[in-house]
């Protein structure tokens, strides 16, 4: 099964990794939220050390 992708450059919608403007595409929508989720504490402490690399925090 295959999903809707988007461009963060230029915004558009494909159901291909690579957009036609040459940029990689990620999932449209967030994932499924879950109270049982036991990867929660990964994804974060991922998501603070990517924004610490890019100058974020």
């Known amino acids: 099964m295959r999903h809707i992708l ?3 450059k230029c ?3 494909t159901m291909n990794e690579i957009c036609s403007c040459g940029n990689k595409t990620s999932a449209a929508k967030p994932l499924k939220f879950s109270l049982e989720d036991r990867f929660s504490s ?3 402490k991922a998501k603070l050390e990517n924004y610490g690399e890019r100058g974020l925090i």
């Open 6 to 8: 988007k461009c963060a």
């Open 11 to 13: 915004g558009k919608y």
């Open 42 to 44: 990964y994804r974060r």
